[in-house]
């Protein structure tokens, strides 16, 4: 699905990524992992062709994508912050993501599900940070791409649209799509992902399942885990 | 007394009893008589030659006596280049309907289509001059009426070109409701005094419009210049009354609508001065008003060189100059009074139509123009704006003491 | 990009500062009005005004709106869609916005007022072409200025900057080399001083048609043959479409080379 080959990647003086190579596999659910400034935003953003990379391939289905902007109709994409046009209304951006994309009418399910309705004529500037998370999730859920990026899914949500979240992602992951998550919420990655990347300085220092990883730190749980990783390597 | 209307009682008669005998002479390709000089030469005084259309080549054609020549339906009369076409010499000739054409051009003489010299009472009108170097040349002559003429040059260069009517040493003379163009000057006077020029057009000659040398007591009136090297040019004269001319577009380095040099006691009173370079360019003039002028447009409504004084500007309309005023040095013993400057931004507060703030309309600008000419570029720039506002607030370069201290909020009309 | 600069340009009509901007307008043409009573001078006084405001209200008003619509810009930029049309379509959603603020608080007024039966339209033309360049010109160079650099401050200092060298400081460096090198011919350099600085080149516009008196007053050659024919009308707005050009380009350049 994806494939990544000697990715670098500098800002200024800091490596953010030096010499990734990464495969993702078809259908599941992944989880990128690691510390504050290790490299997963820039990781997503470079499959998403939103950073460039100084050195290295990505392919996405199989073709590289650089310089290339059609490939984003295979991938639906959360971002992490979801702050929109704000004289938009809700109705309104919906339908221009539609018009830029393509038409569909999943999103009338989705909106019912998180109960967007009396929203739909409000301007997203009036909006709350947790109503537009769930505006984000209905704006990326709404399209049938094969690949799905999720970053930090989980911000601002109440406890019901959590569930309903994760029922979105356990429905997508039947149809056997492949979805890439990263998130801060240690219990929800625990609870979803399939198989995990650990990001450290730009490299990846752990790829497999959670209780491998749990075997390979003797940690009894996950959140310790992930811990003991940063502590040793701060150490 | 009595014997002064006896006196003159005596000429009146003798005058009409000519009338009555006079004869009229037929000039033609067929009549008897086939050449003008031929007709002048039989002819009586105060006779009338009636030259037929037709294409008649002659110069040096002298009239001699007192007569009356009058072209029917313009006929040419051909100079072929060779030297002046028609001299007076007489009193009391009268020229009519002429088509003057071919004069020709000397380095030594200045050759006209039609002179007048020494002699009263003339009248030349109706006529049409082409291709000349000089048109209408009057010369120690007085009494007389140039009218109606129409002068249509075709000069390049100055020194190979003469001027549209030019009086020279000549007094009490009228020049009226003629066109002139594409001479050096439109008209030029030159030691002439008590002369009216009237309802001209002066228009595209290289040189001026109007050219005034050591001439006094002159009053033009009506006229307009349009489009000439410089409009007007006033030098070394006194009381010369210019009143409601029109000044456009004399556009050029040393272009001005009006060119003031050595000028005392006289007045410019209700005239318009529209996009020319400069106004009005003023150098060594004295006692002179300036009122009811409209200057608009211009590049510089006024520019004042220097050595002026007790010179008054009162009620004129300033609008839209690039500069209203320029000065070359920091004294000012002219008065500026009750105004109208578009450039103008103070208030009026008591609404009395009188700013209450005084007007300076001397920019720091223009004193940088003057003495480098490209920084011109930088017109109405905001730099530029805030070094006038400076300049305005404490004068280091520009002449303190002048201002308007009655600048109008409304045009001043009359 | 149509699609973009059409949301671009719908969310800019809807927001307050476009409606700031064209009150703004509006307020200074029927105050000109008012305090003139008279078209030419109004217009007189606009010039003055629109060749230092435009470029101003341009400037920052691309890069607030570059910064305020990052978010904006990443949910595009993860859509598939071409990057520099998403830049383009936004920096024109922009100028365009604007250039219509412009047109319209200054053009109501004067046609209320009778713009039409007046010798002043070509006048007003001119100035609301000349605007409009300004506008098209001083977003694109603020979107420079946004594009690279991520801090908001960092930019807008840089844009205020910006604006300040060619509004004035430019100016005053340029009439200082002016009478510096007074004894050298100049004609040719004070041109080239002009075409290098968009705002003194719309000034040349309006000189042209206000001050053309006063400019063939001088006795360059190349400057009468500027001033004197159409050539230089010409030649200015071939340069002013050259100034929208090369800011426009290294937009273009600029959003391929970028990360988000």
Redesign the interface.
Known sequence: MVNIEGLHKKFGKNHVLSGLDLTINEGGIFAVLGPNGSGKTTLIKSILGMVIPDKGDISVLGKNIKKKSEYRHQIDYLPQIANFPSNLKVRELIKMIKDLRQNTDTDLHLIKLFKLEPFLDKKLGTLSGGTKQKVNIVLTFMFDSPLIILDEPTTGLDPISLIRLKDLIQAEKAKGKTILITSHIMSFVEEVSDEIVFLLEGKIYFRGTISELKTKTNQPDFEHAIASILTDNHA | MKTFVQHNLFYIIFFIGFIGFSQTIEVCGDCTITSLKEAIRIAKDFDTIVVKKGTYKAHDIVIDKPLTIVGENYPVIDGELKGEIITIISDNVTVDGLFIINVGTSYTEDYAAIRVRKSKNFVIQNLVLEKLFFGIYIEKSSHGKVFHNKVIGDAVEEYNSGNGIQLWYSHHVEIEHNYIEHVRDGIYLEFSDDCLIKNNVSALNIRYGLHFMFSNDDTYQDNTFENNGAGVAVMFSKKIRMYNNTFKENWGTASYGMLLKEINDSEIIGNTFEENTIGINIEGSNRIIYKHNNFKNNGWAIKVRGACYTNQFVENNFLYNSFDIAYNSKVNDNVFDKNYWSNYTGYDLDKDGIGDVPYRPVKLFSYIVNRTPETIILLRSMFIDIIDFSEKVSPVFTPDNLMDHHPQTKKVTW | ML?ILK?SFF??M??RWSYVYFAFYLLLGVVLLFLNN?L??AV?TL??VI??LVPLIGTIFGVMYYYN????T??????????SSIFLGQYLGVALSLSISLILGLGIPFVFYGLFESSAIWDFSLLLVTGTFLTLIFTALAFNIAMSNENKIKGFGYAILLWLFL???Y??L??MT??MF?DYP??K???I??MLNPI?LS??L??LK???????????AV?KQFFGTSFGLIISFVMLAIWVALPVLRIVFKS?????
């Open positions: 699609k949301y969310d800019l809807r927001s008279d030419s001078k007189i010039m003055n060749i230092v619509s990052k978010e904006f990443e949910l595009l930029l993860a859509q598939p869609l071409k990057r509004a004035i400081i100016d005053g340029f009439l002016l009478i007074e100049l004609d350099v004070s041109l001083g002009t003194d000034r040349t309006i000189l206000l001050d053309i008196s006063a400019l063939l007053g001088y006795t360059g400057f391929k080379k970028k990360d988000f």
